[in-house]
């Protein structure tokens, strides 16, 4: 059951409705009805009525002068996972590189282990808490990646896990099937072998309707374009879309390959080439912009940013929160880094996390504020919009809505 009507007065809108700019309406209202956003606009021009409703009636909520947005979107996140990565940190520290530790057993295999020890409950205990900081500070859709299970019964747990999260809160839940993210043990040697076994799961997982999308990571310390390929053709053919880890640590062509697959989105890409770029235009895919991962990994080379912008390719800014190069579950840190590591504008940080992230998941009805649209929404105690990329901390939010419904 929707929840009863709201209007929203007393506050200033950034709607994200345009290709650039926040789109900014001040002096705003908005009204919210059956859980879409019904009217919105300058208040001055509120009308009596909108859709049999008459406004004089519906309950008014005081936007206490702040700024209203479309609620944020993390379009890429490894959210759900057993234990932490702090000895790595520790030892990266001490002179070792990502690679090394990766190759030495450590990395992704590590949190692999802890994930598969724990079960449902502790996942969920886990994650939720990562959840709520990311809810704190205005998210409203997350997509969450398995890939720390490795096996039938671990990946599906994960993608569990995931589902359960969105039951638990107001939040919708994307899943990312992403068992091609490191080769286990038990397939050691045998890479082929392992992305068979993943496309089998993947039939029965999908057919659980625990999967919205198939992801892989494409690199030497991971699998080959041809692996990856493999299994895109397959996630095609059940009829998902794909996405993928991509040009993060070297240039695999994987940025061009999931374009070719109509790819969601491409992700990291700080090696991406010329060749990449034009690919992704061509084909529409979002770049996912990930600056907690090159910031925690002290990466020196940055994405091709201005080649991206100059071919019009949608920039999604997202957390990447995994408890190896990324381990934070704070969304507006990622705004502030995309543009201090990154040098996106405010503006086009603000779209990566709205706008253009619900693009990388599918998404028409939420990461703007327009009629018709879902009532997602964050309002912020702001006086300028480029707040949300200023400030390292600090708590913004006043309040947040999902599905028309304030939580
Ligand atoms: O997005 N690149 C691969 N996957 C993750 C890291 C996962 C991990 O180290 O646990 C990423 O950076
Ligand atoms: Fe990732």
């Known amino acids: 059951m929707s929840a009863s009507p709201q209007l929203l007065r007393n506050l200033h809108l950034a709607t994200l409705s345009e290709p650039t700019g926040y789109a900014e309406i001040p002096g705003a209202a908005l009204l919210i009805h059956e859980g879409r956003i019904a009217w919105l606009g300058r208040a001055v021009d509120m009308p009596a009525e909108v859709a049999g409703l008459r406004l004089a009636d519906v309950e008014v909520v005081d936007g206490q002068g702040g700024w209203l947005t479309p609620g944020l979107i993390d379009c890429h996140t490894h959210l759900v996972f057993g234990g932490d990565r702090s000895h790595e940190f520790e030892l990266r520290l001490n002179g070792a590189s990502y690679e090394e530790i990766a190759r ?41 990646k398995s890939g720390y299970g490795l096996d039938f019964a671990s990946e599906r747990k994960m993608l569990r896990v995931a589902r359960a999260l969105a039951s638990q809160r107001g939040v919708n839940v994307h899943t990312s099937y992403l068992a091609a993210h490191a ?18 799961w993947l039939h029965e997982l999908a057919a659980e309707g625990l999967v919205d999308a198939v992801d892989a990571f494409c690199e030497n310390i991971g699998f080959s374009p041809a692996q990856v390929e493999r299994l895109f053709l397959a996630a095609r053919a059940l009829g998902l879309p794909v996405k993928l880890h991509a040009e993060q640590l070297s240039d695999q062509g994987g940025a061009a390959l999931t374009a070719r697959h109509g ?8 090696w991406l080439d010329e060749a990449g770029v034009a690919a992704m235009a061509a084909a529409g895919t979002v770049a996912t912009l990930l600056p907690l991962a090159y910031y925690c990994l002290r990466e020196t080379r940055l994405p091709p940013i201005a080649a991206l912008r100059a071919a019009g390719v949608a920039m999604a800014v997202s957390t990447d929160c995994n408890p190896g190069t990324a381990p934070c579950s704070s969304p507006l840190l990622a705004l ?46 702001i006086a300028r919009p480029a707040e949300l990329c200023y400030w390292l901390g600090g708590e913004p939010l006043i309040a947040r809505w999902h599905d028309g419904r304030q939580v």
């Open 104 to 144: 030495a057993g450590g990395g992704i295999r590590s949190t692999m282990a802890a994930t598969r020890q724990a079960d449902e409950a502790a996942l969920l205990a886990s994650a939720l808490v990562r959840l709520d900081g990311m809810l704190r500070e205005g998210l409203t859709t997350v997509e969450i």
């Open 183 to 200: 080769l286990p043990a038990e397939f050691q040697g045998r890479p082929d072998d392992y992305i068979d076994a993943c496309i089998h």
């Open 263 to 270: 790819g969601l989105s491409a992700d990291h890409l700080e």
């Open 336 to 381: 502030n880094m995309a543009c201090t590591q990154f040098r996106l504008t405010p503006s086009e940080a603000l779209a990566g996390m709205t706008r253009h992230a619900a693009t990388a998941l599918g998404r028409s009805d939420v990461g703007r504020l327009a009629v018709g649209l879902r009532a997602d929404l964050a309002l912020w105690r």
